[in-house]
């Protein structure tokens, strides 16, 4: 175990704690978070280690209530500072900037807020109204109050790093945003605070989300219909799997040609409820390409998204 990070809960606390490594010239690592720590939030921290070497890394964990709708589940979003303080010592996080929402949004909602433009209103952001603007505005202030280098965030939120990405690359914020690979469970479930919410049934049940996924993934090779159609077929095994979408789209969330060259990139992505919990999942593909030329859900694959739908 390393040693414990040190705790910032205001912005002077955490200017503070990162003026030396500034001055020093060392570069500072974020990875922005909303707690609930899991081996997949580890593991963003080990990129962002990698990263930035000797300088520090910082976890933020802050529950956004901007990025929260009516009836979503703000009050029920799990906190867990002390277990989440284990697992930033483990994987040697230097500062765990902890503020409260007064701290972020000091004068109550703010009065400036970012657009996301039309990428959030598909997807995630058709069910999730404001969803977009919240986490860009949030992820702006935290870039303005740790000022990173670099940034960590996971693929498993594709559309999220697309935008934040875009927003990155729009607002030229001069932050290098690196996507981490998706952590799954051996069976291929995608690691999310969510899954607690699973029962010991729907946990199995969520399985076809990614197996779905899987499948399209080894049918790519015959193209996108064919990818999208086994997937369908796939998802329809989840007796209590309520698909919201099933879509194949460019690796930017755009929508895909009907016809494309062999070797085109592709996303494939995929968003239901089980029981009462809604889950998201994506996997990269290649479209045309010889199968095998990604690797499986369970594995690593080598790169790094309107859309093809496919129906419930
Ligand atoms: O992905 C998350 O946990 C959140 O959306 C983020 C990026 C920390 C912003 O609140």
């Known amino acids: 175990m390393s040693a414990r990070p040190v705790l910032a809960s205001t912005r ?3 200017a503070a704690l990162l003026a030396e490594a500034r001055a020093a010239g060392r570069p500072v690592g974020l990875v922005p978070t909303m707690g609930a720590l899991h081996e997949g939030h580890a593991s963003l921290v080990r990129t962002a280690r990698e990263r930035v070497g000797d300088g520090p890394v910082v976890v933020s964990i802050f529950v956004n209530p901007m990025q929260f709708g009516e009836g979503e589940d703000l009050d029920r979003y799990p906190r867990t500072l002390p277990e989440d303080l284990e697992v930033c010592a483990h994987e ?7 503020p409260s929402v007064e701290e972020v949004y000091p004068g109550g909602d703010p009065q400036v807020t970012l657009d996301p433009g039309p990428l959030a209103s598909v997807l995630e952001g058709r069910t999730r109204p404001g969803h977009y ?8 202030k935290l870039f303005g109050l740790v000022r990173p280098d670099v940034a960590v965030f996971g693929q498993k939120d594709y559309q999220q790093l697309v935008l934040i990405r875009r927003m990155v690359a729009d607002l030229c914020l001069g932050v290098d945003v690196v996507g981490a690979e998706t952590v799954r469970e051996p069976d291929g479930l995608a690691l999310s605070s969510r899954n607690r919410y699973l029962s010991e049934s729907e946990r199995l049940e969520a399985l076809w989300l990614s197996r779905a996924l899987r499948v399209a993934q080894e049918n790519a090779a015959y193209g996108a219909a064919v990818a999208l159609d086994e997937a369908r077929a796939e998802l329809r095994h989840g007796k209590q799997v309520a698909l919201d979408y099933l879509v194949l789209t460019t690796p930017d969330l755009e929508e895909l ?5 062999p070797g085109t990139e592709a996303r494939i992505l995929v968003a239901a409820r089980v029981g009462a919990t809604r889950l998201i ?3 990269p593909l290649v479209l045309g390409a010889e199968p ?6 369970a594995g690593t694959h080598t790169q790094n998204t309107h859309t093809r739908q496919g129906g419930s």
């Open 12 to 14: 002077e606390e955490l």
């Open 92 to 98: 040697g996080v230097d500062v765990v900037f902890a």
């Open 133 to 140: 603007r919240g986490v860009l505005t949030v992820v702006a």
């Open 257 to 261: 040609p009907d016809d494309v060259p």
């Open 281 to 283: 999942d994506n996997l």
């Open 292 to 297: 095998g030329s990604t690797t499986s859900v």
